[in-house]
């Protein structure tokens, strides 16, 4: 070994696999078992640190692709959360206004429904299959109960962004 120098490279030499550390262990373990010993847990020091640290950087990465992974899911949820909404306001409307157009009742001005006009837009068979294709159930006995769970704001009236609002809670997480 010889010099402090020649002492750093024999260990970095040991630790990098440039050198068979049983070489530079055969001579201390003649001079001494303690410094042989004391050889030893450096080099398995050294060799878990050196794992330790390829390994946390493995996991890092394995997490930050996982965060990912759930962020661009929960983004393509929402996504398909807001064409759902979009195209179920849509049907909506054509739906609101051919009920209105057949029963005579023209245009009455907004998107709003009261209980009279609610009760008779679910009378109407393709309106009951078109939210039932939607997703959603609805029945003779609940209907009353639809519309006052739909009229958040207690106006006696359900308008389309509460209507569709609850449809897409009543339907459930995005399916696409």
Excluded: C
């Amino acid at each position: 070994y010889g010099t402090m120098a020649r002492a750093m490279y024999t260990l970095s030499s040991s630790v990098g696999g440039g050198l068979d550390w049983q070489t530079p262990a055969d001579p201390l373990l003649a001079l001494s078992p303690a410094s042989g010993a004391l050889f030893f847990v450096y080099i398995a020091m050294a060799t878990l640190g050196v794992l330790n640290l390829f390994t946390g950087v493995f996991v890092e990465a394995a997490k930050s692709l996982t965060s990912r992974r759930e962020e661009r899911r929960m983004l393509q949820e929402l996504e398909v959360r807001r064409q759902w909404r979009t195209h179920f306001r849509a049907r909506f409307l054509q739906a609101v206004a051919a009920h209105r157009a057949e029963s005579g009742k023209g245009e009455r001005g907004g998107n709003a429904m009261s209980w009279a006009e609610f009760e008779e837009f679910f009378d109407d068979d393709r309106v009951r299959n078109w939210i039932r294709r939607a997703g959603v159930a609805v029945d003779d006995a609940s209907i009353r109960g639809v519309f006052q769970l739909l009229d958040f704001d207690g106006t006696g009236e359900v308008d389309l962004d509460e209507f569709a609002s609850s449809m897409q809670a009543v339907r459930g997480p995005a399916r696409g």
